[in-house]
């Protein structure tokens, strides 16, 4: 079955302080593998989407990387803005429809 | 840029009603989505639709349907709204192996 996990399922950082999101997934033959931001109350937000291993993908402070079992989302200097639930989904060879995982949500106080 | 419209943001509905949601895209993409997001649980996915008059059952499609009867429009329809069903529907639409863009969401509450 396939299974994505998202951890930490809550981070709080300061201002500036640099930290990674992690998205683990287990599926039968990966697609695509996407990054979402959402913000309360809002529909989810397209950031990234990765395909292969060894790819990564930058936009201002957030860098997403894939391996063959993990995604990786880098946020370099993060500012009050950046706070917000960022979600994780995986494309797999046997639908049409993504598999999201449950989301971090991330705090980022001055 | 792609656009994604829903056709209420907040709707209060009593139970047995029945009630439509409404989904617009406006990049001519070939499959459209339905979720629903609650708290602990993620977003699930209740049906989606690959062509116009096609559709398949997502993960929770019990109490609910869908229409589509044309490539830009597709519609989720409660049969006879439970208070189980209050939620934030997410609508989202996507060429085929690329991402999905989501609306803004309908937030609903069954009393």
């Known amino acids: 079955e396939d299974q994505v996990t998202q951890s930490p399922e809550a981070l709080r950082l300061q201002e500036g302080e640099s930290s990674s999101l992690n998205c683990s997934y287990t599926v039968s033959g990966l697609r695509g593998l996407f990054w979402y931001r959402q913000d309360p109350g809002k529909g989810p937000e397209f950031l990234f989407t990765l395909y292969s291993a060894g790819e990564e993908k930058e936009k201002e402070r957030l860098k997403a990387t894939l391996t063959k079992k993990e995604s990786f989302l880098h946020i370099t200097a993060p500012k009050p803005e950046d706070s917000a639930t960022y979600l994780c989904?995986?494309?797999?060879?046997?639908?049409?429809?993504?598999?999201f995982g449950k989301g971090t949500s991330l705090l980022v106080t001055p | 840029d792609v656009k994604v419209t829903q056709s209420s943001r907040y709707l209060v509905k009593r139970t047995g009603e029945k009630v439509f949601l409404e989904c617009v895209q406006d990049?001519?993409?070939?499959?459209m989505f339905w979720y629903r997001q609650d708290p602990g649980l993620g977003l699930r996915l209740i049906y989606f639709s690959y062509d116009v008059k096609m559709k398949e059952k997502g993960d929770i499609p019990e109490g609910y349907s869908v229409s589509r009867e044309k490539k830009e429009r597709f519609s989720l329809i409660l049969e006879s709204a439970s208070t189980n069903q209050t939620s934030m529907y997410l609508c989202?639409?996507?060429?085929?192996?690329?991402?999905?863009?989501f609306g803004p969401g309908t937030r609903l509450t069954v009393t």
């Open positions: 989202a639409s996507s060429r085929s192996s690329y991402e999905q863009y």
């Open positions: 989904a995986v494309h797999a060879n046997s639908g049409y429809a993504l598999n």
């Open positions: 990049m001519d993409h070939e499959n």
